[in-house]
């Protein structure tokens, strides 16, 4: 049975990948890259479903603003780019606001669903990867692994290795052949990420592959999956009672913009 597809109705909206009742005992959270959106990414869920339907796939849309490497002009963005040039100082303006989203989204998983943290994965593509990883490093919780497409930890010089979340996986798929976000950025990610106690990186080079998800990423994606969040019986969400979940709206305030958090309910960027 394939996975009920909803919206996801807090924030800049998105899309929610929901397994079949009784079989959902994860849940990666996909982000997408600059100036692109939830509907971007559907066709991973919709292909990794075939071999992990007891995942569960949340898709957030980022909020629309000003971008300067488009200048000025508002677009979907996790944070503001300057430009394509080495990104070393780039000030990432809202990468902090983007992060506080995400980490509400996982707490919000955790709250409605009872999964643990070590049953979530944060995942992206290029932009949606930086801010994964910006993110995974430095959540209070310890996630089960961080899956970067293309991606680049953005603001090192304003990012503080969570000491509990030194032992996060991650793989970091990257085109040897990408314009856009340079695999030499890549590896000085991986280099200062190493140096400031990480444990297990795996860059991972592919020929020939630009800026984009070649089949043979989505195969090591998928074995990612399998070596990190297989199948756990003991683990399955069980429905919750409606007057729990709605209490639960009504004593945990958002933090963003006092936004209303709503019960219930391969496409690459050109940027990065």
């Not at 949340?58 to 971008?67: D, G, K, N």
């Not at 300067?68 to 990468?95: E, F, K």
């Not at 990423?217 to 399998?226: C, G, H, K, Q, V």
Request: glycine letters at 8%; hydrophobic letters at 40%.
């Amino acid at each position: 049975m394939a996975a009920k597809v909803s919206d996801l109705t807090t924030g800049n909206g998105g899309l929610i990948f929901t397994p079949p009742l009784g079989s959902h005992s994860a849940t990666v959270f996909l982000m997408h890259g600059l100036g692109d959106s939830a509907e971007g990414l559907r066709d991973l869920p919709e292909m990794w479903g075939k071999d992990h339907p007891h995942i569960k796939f949340i898709l957030p849309t980022a909020e629309m603003r000003p971008v300067t490497l488009n200048m000025g002009h508002r677009m979907n963005a996790w944070y503001d780019i300057q430009s394509l040039d080495d990104r070393a100082q780039d000030p990432c303006v809202g990468l902090e606001e983007s992060c506080d989203y995400i980490r509400n989204l996982l707490e919000h998983e955790h709250q409605a669903t009872g999964l643990p943290y070590s049953r979530m994965m944060l995942a992206g593509f290029s932009q949606g990867g930086a801010v994964s990883l910006f993110t995974g490093l430095q959540h209070s919780v310890p996630v089960s692994g961080l899956l970067i497409l293309s991606g680049y930890l953005p603001k090192a010089h304003g990012f503080t290795l969570a000491d509990h979340c030194k032992d996060v996986p991650i793989l970091h798929c990257h085109g040897s052949a990408d314009p856009v976000v340079r695999p030499d950025w890549a590896a000085k990610s991986q280099s200062h990420l190493l140096s400031s106690g990480v444990a297990q990186y795996d860059l991972r080079p592919f020929p020939g592959v630009g800026h984009s998800i070649s089949m043979d990423i989505l195969r090591a994606a998928s074995e990612f999956f399998n070596r990190h969040l297989p199948h756990d019986t003991e683990c399955v969400v069980k429905p919750r009672h409606p007057k729990k979940l709605e209490l639960w709206w009504f004593t945990r305030a958002p933090s963003i913009d006092e936004r209303r958090w709503d019960a219930g309910v391969v496409r690459v960027d050109h940027f990065a």
